[in-house]
């Protein structure tokens, strides 16, 4: 989703003008006065935009550090820093200023010195915060580290997606898994054409929820009852489309003996990445709309 920017409206024109440097650094932001229009619920917009966005950029000012709205846009992103165990808040100062408690001890880029440099600096923390390859979720009393990774080869392209489910500190212990799934035939030339377009995330985006819904139709878990690492074939066909995907599961219980069997709910682990995965996915522009357009058309 996107970045949520957090100012006062007294700081409009420089926000406008960061916004815009990195839109052409192709970030997808959000700026209310962008986002909101006539009639629109503004409490229920910007919570929904908080809740749903990656990163919050809080531009440092004398007017933001003063403001109440400001103040709660923080407060949101301190507690889900709090709740989520990572990086939400990244501070930029646009002119000295008393900055607030729990923002003393960030790293912050500087815009009041070098607009440029301080720019390069805010691009390079948010790919660290909205990679589309790899990210941390929360699933029930557990934590999914997960990366994804793209093979091409002859006839084929392989997705791979490996995680390591991290249990409750008290149960410790970790899954170690991966799945590869086999995209094959006109897949695979679609995949191409979004590749020469610069849209392949486009194409995992496709492949990462098909899998995901057709685990989800399944409610497909594996038993794990010992270390011995489990390797399972599955083939799954997704009814809307029609598409039969044949994919590859590796699992292995490592830590603590618990005494009792472990259920890996790969439905769950699989629709929280691809919901993680499309949440980073920025909008598209006029030009690749069209371009995405033509590809569907073309290998519907």
Known sequence: ??????????????VDKIAKALVKERINIWVDRWELNIGDSIVQKVQAALGDSDALLVILSKASVESE????ELNVGLIREIE????????????KCERPLFLKDK????????????????????????????????IMNSLIDWGISVEIQPDAYLLSITFVQHSPPADGYSIVGSISVRIEGKDKEKYEAYCTENL???????????????TQ????????????????????KDKSSEKRLVFTIKLQWLGTETGRDVVVHLDGILDGIAKSNAKRNRKLSKEETEAVYKIMKRYV
């Open 1 to 14: 989703m996107p970045v949520f920017i957090s100012y006062s409206h007294v700081d409009k024109d420089i």
């Open 200 to 214: 392949e995330w486009m194409a995992r985006r496709f492949h990462l929820e098909l899998l995901a819904g057709a």
């Open 84 to 95: 989520e165990k990572k990086t939400v808040l990244l501070p930029v100062l646009i002119e």
């Open 69 to 72: 709205w400001c103040k709660k």
């Open 217 to 236: 139709e399944m409610k497909y878990s594996i038993l794990l009852k010992d270390s011995t690492p489990v390797v399972s074939v599955v083939e799954i």
């Open 107 to 138: 790293y912050y880029a500087d815009l009041s010195t070098d607009f440029d440099e301080g720019i390069r600096k805010i691009v390079e923390s948010v790919a660290r915060v909205i990679s589309t390859e790899k990210g941390r979720n929360s």
